[in-house]
């Protein structure tokens, strides 16, 4: 089980999104039917939680304030497909992957629970077969994706069963489902790596947190970061380097599902789905003095955020796991000092998509601009620096995507020069000293799918598959005198 990292609501906001797939777990022999696992109506059961065959799923946040919710499909019944439940499942151990679960309306105070007042007995709330989707729950923090292989026994807090992964199919059946659900800023846990990092949030009704003054977006985290790095052996007092700036994200989770007619026609899994991560990105920072020579890229993270927001796709709720590691990366030879500031603005996209009889393929898009940008270069030498995160996104405590988003600033410089770009975008860049200078901007995005992406219940992935490196770079100015 994760360690569960300390929570700062108070502090942070979502992320959003991304995300991927359980790996699909094997599922035991239901066994034969005896009265002790008799299936029941669910008493919080609601037909009308199902939606129409024909009409896709909603998909969207689950109500913050809203206790765990938890959908159940009865193969036996129904149809096999999911509904709404009022069922909880009090407690789950993952080494014997046994929960316990309860009625609806039972407060888990008598041992036993399914005798009436007549003496007869009552079914069980749960049964061999059953397949259960929670919210996180007592044991279960990344939510639960499980089908009951044995009931065991009455407890005082409820039924206690075996349970054996499971995957999303024998959920969402031949249903359809497509969408973008952002991230609650304010549902992030941070965890801070270096002293002088600071995080914001915004939300309506002002609610905000983070230092004062400070501007975000509603739905937007931003992470404030100011250090020192490495300063090249020998180089004055003056030229002591450090980094400073922020990065500010809008994170949202992708989500689609398609049990069609082409999952009918192979008898099992969906036609095609998806997850992924995406958000508008914005970031801006400082970089100066003279940094040390490096073999390889010099990076530090400062930050690591967390959050497991929960989607409604029709009755079913899908937790999401969304982690967020911000970092910067500096690389330089040691021979020139700089004093450079940049502003990037665009968004991202990183996930994987399936598509019955042609797999798993990876979904990796970013669309940045640069802003206006300052530079000072003083003697011969270059720089590369960059301010980004790496996203991770799975479902039900799996990950299934992870990438590296990367927007950076490049120098070269010969002889010794100083370069100004200015505000308009067709304005010539004012060049002093003497010498010559190029500078670049760029973005980079690479990233995996691995093995859990099989949580939806497609083909299991024999190897992980590379995202793809997206690289652009894109000239900002040069200059000769």
């Not at 490096?294 to 029709?314: C, E, M, T, W």
Request: net charge positive; charged share 15%.
């Amino acid at each position: 089980m994760r360690p569960r990292k300390r929570p700062l609501r108070a502090l942070v906001p979502a992320l959003a999104a991304s995300a991927l797939f359980l790996a699909a777990g094997c599922s035991a022999d239901p066994g034969s039917h005896s009265p002790a696992a008799e299936r029941i109506p669910d008493a919080g059961t609601s037909a009308t939680a199902t939606a129409d065959k024909d009409q896709p799923l909603a998909v969207a946040a689950a109500p913050a304030a809203a206790p765990a919710s938890t959908a159940v499909a009865r193969p036996r019944t129904g149809g096999g497909r999911a509904h709404k439940s009022s069922l909880k499942v009090r407690s789950y151990d993952s080494r014997t992957r046994r929960a316990v679960i309860s009625a609806a309306g039972s407060g888990g105070s008598s041992p036993s629970p399914n005798v009436t007042p007549g003496g007869t007995a009552a079914p069980r709330p749960a049964a061999i077969g059953d397949v259960i989707a929670s919210a996180p729950a007592p044991g279960a923090p990344d939510g639960l994706l499980v089908k009951v292989t044995k009931v065991i026994d009455e407890t005082a807090e409820g039924t206690e069963v075996q349970t054996a992964p499971t995957t999303l199919d024998t959920l969402l059946g031949d249903s359809q489902a497509k969408g973008t659900v952002p991230v609650d800023p304010a549902s992030f846990d941070v965890e801070r790596l270096l002293p002088d990092v600071k995080v914001s949030w915004a939300k309506t009704r002002d609610i905000h947190s983070g230092p004062e003054g400070t501007r975000v977006p509603l739905g937007s985290l931003r992470v404030d970061v100011a250090t020192k790095v490495a300063t090249a052996e020998g180089a004055p007092a003056s030229a002591a380097a450090s980094v400073s700036g922020f990065v500010q994200v809008a994170p949202e989770v992708d989500f689609s599902y398609d049990g069609g007619a082409s999952a009918r026609s192979t008898g099992s899994g969906p036609g095609a789905a998806s997850l992924g991560v995406s958000g508008d990105w914005s970031s801006q920072w400082a970089l100066k003095g003279r940094v040390a020579a490096s073999a390889k890229p010099y990076r530090v993270p400062f930050a690591k955020l967390h959050a497991d927001p929960v989607i409604q796709v029709g009755p079913v709720p899908v937790v999401v796991n969304l982690d967020l590691t911000c970092y910067f990366e500096v690389s330089a030879d040691g021979g020139v000092t700089v004093d450079v500031q940049q502003n990037f603005k665009g968004d991202f996209k990183a996930g994987g998509t399936f598509v019955t009889g042609k797999g798993w393929t990876p979904v990796s898009e970013s669309h940045m601009a640069s802003t206006p940008v300052r530079t000072s270069v003083t003697a011969a030498g270059r720089v590369k620096a960059a301010l980004g995160v790496q996203p991770s996104v799975g479902l039900y405590g799996a990950v299934g995507v992870s990438a590296d988003l990367a927007p950076y600033l490049r120098a070269e410089a010969a002889g010794t020069v100083t370069g100004t770009i200015p505000a308009g975008s067709h304005t010539k860049p004012h060049i002093g000293v003497t010498g010559a200078w190029t500078l670049y901007g760029g973005v980079d995005l690479s990233g995996t799918l691995v093995l859990q992406l099989s949580v939806f219940g497609t083909s299991v992935l024999q190897y992980p598959i590379p995202l793809g490196t997206l690289h652009r770079e894109w000239k900002l100015a040069d200059g000769k005198v």
